[in-house]
């Protein structure tokens, strides 16, 4: 038999491990239940009857197995929480645990939110360098007490200096041209001053190798923070290149307008169907004022359409504009000669259609003063009429003597007749029927005399020019009698040919008829002074219709059987006051040749050749034959002179 004895206290002390008494509540008791070793926790009972509301205490009990029931070990287990101060206790502790948990995301969640703010300040910053740094404006910040604090690469790059060269200077900075420095001292002392332009200064700045250029600055204060000016912020920018192409502009627009303004026709511009002038110049002013009423009278008195319009065919007209397809502008420009009362003036008007700076279609009308050219005109064609009534005259003055000697004839013929019917009637020869004979010779010679006279009067007498429809026969039939006083002197005879059925031709019949007369009378002098025999004194007028230039003309020609045209002659043969005769005028072929073109004819000579020998010459003259209104074609005689004599 073994017998062991075990100290209650020492199994208590050593066998049981110290983690678990802190635990629980380790007893060893007797069967009674009776405390041996150990410690307790009042029974659930007891508890109970304290705080009815406490939970049940767990525990367990179990015996000590080789002893038997004797011995029993007993753990309760320590209750966490008891009542009040338990509870209070978790619930302190669970509190702080929430406040901890939430105080623990609240943080995080900061951070999460200041990394993000510190993120965007850095790429904003960033962001911000670069475009610092990529802008073309330099900048340039100062202290309140004007050194310079900061200045970005723009600016190093315009001035040429480098940041460190700038950067805690004060003035005169070296970017400042020596001739300005008073100057731009006291535009420093204005900025600083807070004096600041809102259109920005112009300054002059020196770079690094000296040149120059010219700056536009722009200057706002310099706030930090909290709102407290700390300095000066200033932008700077180029403007050289600005400032050339505007003085260039204005130099352009200068010499633009110079030249429109000098202009001596006035020009304006207005767009269709409005009242607005778009342009107009210092003559258009003058005239008419600053309103589109002189644009509009001189578009109406020219006669030109203020909306173009194309009458050739409506299928170049768009449908919903209604103006011509084709470009406007490139129409061509129309001009018409204007009387305006209001400014007792001729106007030679243009117009043309323009497109406008803004796109408009406008019309511009070109006004010049063309009243002194018209004065001249009008002198020149009144002195030209005078210079062929005088030389009608001096034609017939030329012709006096040989008009004398023609008026002889009849004049001795009637005084034959009267002296031999006064010895008749003296004598009582003569019978009724007789008499009557001679009378009736008289009166016819007295006629013949007074059909001279008519002709030269009709001739030489002044009249306006003036044109009508008139027959080619009677002209020649009448210029022929003319000549034909003179050449009967020089003893040349006269063939001429008029063709048959010639259109009227018109034109003033006095004038041609002046023109005959003058290449008749030349040509029979130019016989006689080449001293031909009888048979050969003969002129030769041809009239006959031609086509010349596609042109219906009837021509005249006169042909000579003289020396013809020596070839200095020929070069100034229509140059007046030009002659080789000793009392000759030599205005007689200038004024042919100026009466031949006013009727938009041509007057052309040439000589005549008999193998190398001059035969002659031959003058001829064409006039084109134009449409005859039928209210004012005269009633045609039969021809009767289509043959010579
Ligand atoms: P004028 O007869 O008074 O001299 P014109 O103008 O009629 O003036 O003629 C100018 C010149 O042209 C004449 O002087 C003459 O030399 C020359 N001339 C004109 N017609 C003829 C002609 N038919 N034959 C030769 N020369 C002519």
């Keep these: 038999m073994l017998l062991a004895e075990y100290s209650v206290d020492g199994l208590y002390r050593y066998g049981v491990p110290t983690e678990v008494t802190s635990r629980y509540a380790i007893s060893l008791q007797d069967a009674q239940g009776r405390l041996l070793a150990g410690t307790t926790i009042p029974t659930q009972q007891t508890v109970k009857n304290l705080l009815p509301w406490a939970h049940p205490t767990n525990e367990y009990a179990m015996p000590v197995s080789p002893v038997g029931s004797t011995l029993v070990v007993r753990g309760q287990a320590y209750r966490a929480s008891l009542g009040v101060i338990g509870s209070g206790l978790f619930w302190l502790v669970s509190a702080l ?120 600055l722009y200057v706002s204060p310099l706030i930090d923070a909290v709102g407290k000016q700390t300095g000066w912020m200033t932008s700077m920018t180029d403007i050289t290149e600005p400032n050339r192409v505007r003085e260039q502009l204005s130099a352009s627009h200068e010499r633009f307008t110079t030249v429109l303004e000098a202009l001596d026709a006035s ?178 010679q007295a006629q013949r005399a007074g059909q001279i006279i008519h002709r030269i009067r009709s001739f030489v007498k002044r009249s306006e020019p003036n044109r009508t429809p008139s027959e080619v026969v009677l002209m020649v039939s009448e210029a022929v009698e003319l000549a034909e006083i003179e050449l009967r002197r020089f003893n040349v005879r006269l063939n001429h040919y008029v063709a048959a059925r010639l259109p009227l031709l018109m034109v003033d019949p006095i004038l041609i008829e002046q023109v005959l007369i003058n290449l008749l009378r030349n040509a029979a002098e130019s016989i006689d002074m080449a001293l031909r025999q009888t048979s050969q004194r003969i002129v030769e007028l041809r009239v006959v219709p031609k086509v010349i230039e596609d042109k219906q003309v009837v021509e005249f020609a006169v042909q000579d ?49 008999n193998g190398d020998d001059v035969s002659g010459c031959r003058f001829s003259f064409w006039i084109p034959v134009s449409e005859v209104p039928p209210s004012l074609a005269r009633h045609q005689r039969p021809s009767n002179l289509n043959s010579g004599h």
């Design 97 to 216: 645990s929430v406040m901890t948990a939430w105080m623990l995301i609240a943080n995080w969640r900061h951070t999460r939110r200041r990394v993000q703010a510190q993120q965007a300040l850095m790429s904003e910053t960033t962001f911000r360098r670069a475009m610092e740094n990529s802008m073309l404006t330099g900048m340039r910040a100062m202290d309140l007490q004007g050194r310079i604090t900061y200045v970005n690469a723009a600016f190093c790059q315009m001035t040429g200096w480098a940041e460190s060269d700038l950067v805690g200077r004060t003035a005169p900075f070296p970017y400042w041209p020596e001739n300005d420095r008073d100057q731009l001292h006291s535009l420093l002392g204005e900025e600083l001053s807070g004096k600041t332009t809102p259109g920005g200064i112009q300054v002059r700045v020196k770079r690094r190798d000296n040149t120059l250029f010219d700056a536009r």
């Design 267 to 444: 020009i304006s511009v207005a767009p269709l169907g409005s009242d607005e002038l778009l342009f107009a110049n210092k003559l258009y002013r003058q005239w008419f004022g600053t309103q589109t009423g002189g644009h509009l009278q001189l578009v109406a008195q020219a006669g030109v359409p203020s909306s173009p319009t194309n009458d050739e065919s409506t299928d170049s007209v768009d449908s919903f504009a209604g103006l011509p397809t084709n470009a406007l502008p490139d129409t061509e420009t129309e001009s018409a000669e204007i009387f305006i009362a209001e400014l007792n003036k001729w106007l030679e008007v243009r117009t043309r259609y323009l497109s406008w700076v803004d796109g408009r279609l406008a019309q511009m009308v070109i006004a010049t003063d063309i009243s002194s050219r018209r004065l001249a005109e009008e002198q020149a064609s009144s002195q030209t009429e005078r210079a062929q009534t005088a030389s009608r005259l001096i034609t017939m003055g030329e012709m006096a003597s040989s008009v004398a000697h023609e008026l002889n004839q009849p004049l001795t013929a009637i005084n034959n007749y009267c002296n031999g019917m006064v010895s008749r009637i003296k004598a009582q020869q003569i019978t009724e029927e007789d008499l009557l004979g001679a009378l009736e010779k008289t009166a016819k």
């Design 561 to 609: 059987t003289g020396n013809g045209l020596a070839p200095e002659v020929m070069a100034r043969l229509y140059e007046a006051f030009y002659s080789t005769k000793a009392d000759g005028m030599g205005i007689g072929l200038s004024l042919c040749r100026s009466i031949v073109e006013s009727h938009l004819g041509r007057m052309s000579a040439e000589n005549l050749y």
